[in-house]
């Protein structure tokens, strides 16, 4: 490893420490070395509050070593006012001569014109160091920017002998039936406050009464995502309890939203998946966790479009149920959570 992936390691490790309170920023570190030593670091906290590069400078004690010293940032530093002023005057005005940037920030407020900037101002500026990894830290910010739509995790849980849920008896409601043990539950918990939004299918919410939070979990409560056309959800359900955030996708007209409820009227003749997602992408929403039922994930995955899935499967054996979504298993990785073996599947262009 050389020198300057050493300190744009390090700019991930700690853009890392902002994942799940950036939104709808990306995860940012910073580092700034003098004489091969580390004399200043910090990283992206929340939106609206400093940038990396800021929390970076401010922690140098004598501020005479920047001018020569090198800062080192996982993602191009902005070029543009938003709730905070741009990176790039920030470091010119300190006169840092040697910047090194791990990817161009995809943002077309940025796009490059903060490295043009910089350079426009006399610094010596290296791009592209770890690049694949600075990529991957932010998989969800560039597949907002770049594809205009949600990074998407399709999510759920089957048995050993691959069904959702096992067959209900005649003139019997379903009642959820738990095939995780209690780690993975918490994990998908800890998943959500990771994640901007959460979608469930009509039949689920109806099925499942689902809270879709993170009680089990310390975390930022994601975006609720519900479909129900013709309103056949009870309002007593947990998701019209305006506790969280909620989007609820309908063919009515008459329906009135409130505060914390929001109606979206969309076509259900047509094609209802990029239309769910273009009214995602204009509510700055940059990952969705699908947690539907088998006809909402299988949708997604015959129209290829997620980018990740996770999938539980337990040791219970249900032997007639409800299929499990039928998914291609390329580029996979397993890791067992006690009894439940979890297999994580990217979805690579």
């Known amino acids: 490893m050389n020198t300057h992936e050493k300190y744009i390691r390090r700019c991930i490790e700690l853009a890392q420490n902002g994942f799940g309170t950036t939104y709808p920023n990306p995860m ?22 400093p940038h990396a590069e800021v929390n970076a400078v401010r922690s140098v004690k004598d501020k ?24 790039c005057d920030l470091i010119i005005a300190n006169e840092i001569p040697n910047v090194v940037v791990g990817t161009v920030d995809p943002n077309e407020k940025v796009a490059g014109n903060g490295i043009k900037k910089l350079i426009a101002a006399g ?100 975006v609720r995502v519900v479909l129900d056309q013709n309103n056949r959800i009870s309002k007593d359900s947990f998701i019209f309890d305006n506790s969280v955030k909620t989007i609820v996708f309908t063919k009515s007209e008459t329906a009135i939203s409130t505060e914390n409820t929001i109606f979206e009227v969309i076509d259900f003749k047509q ?52 299929q499990a979504p039928i998914i291609q298993k390329k580029n996979v990785t397993r890791t067992y959570i006690q009894s439940d073996e979890l297999i994580n599947i990217r979805n690579h262009d």
């Open 64 to 87: 005479s070593l920047l001018k020569k010293a090198t800062i080192y940032v996982s993602l191009e530093p902005c070029s543009h006012f938003g709730k905070t002023p741009p990176c």
């Open 123 to 222: 610094a010596n500026v290296i791009v592209g160091v770890l690049e694949k990894e600075c990529n991957e830290l932010n998989k969800r910010f560039f597949t907002f920017h770049q594809k205009k739509r949600p990074y998407i995790i399709l999510k759920w849980a089957e048995s050993q002998d691959g069904f959702l849920a096992p067959e209900k008896e005649s003139n019997q409601e379903r009642k959820p039936v738990w095939i995780t043990n209690t780690y993975s539950r918490q994990l998908v918990h800890k998943w959500r406050s990771e994640e901007q939004a959460i979608l469930a299918g009509t039949q689920t919410v109806i099925d499942d009464n689902p809270k879709l939070n993170t009680r089990d979990w310390s975390g930022t409560n994601p």
């Open 271 to 322: 094609n209802i998946i990029p239309q769910i997602l273009t009214v995602l992408y204009q509510n700055q929403i940059q990952s969705v966790i699908i947690e539907g039922g088998l006809q909402t994930l299988q949708t997604f995955i015959d129209q290829n479009l997620w980018d990740e899935a996770r999938i539980f499967v337990g040791k219970t054996i249900f032997k007639k149920g409800i």
């Open 28 to 49: 940012v570190g910073s580092v700034i070395i003098y004489e091969g030593k580390i004399i200043g670091e910090g990283w992206h906290k929340k939106a609206g509050e």
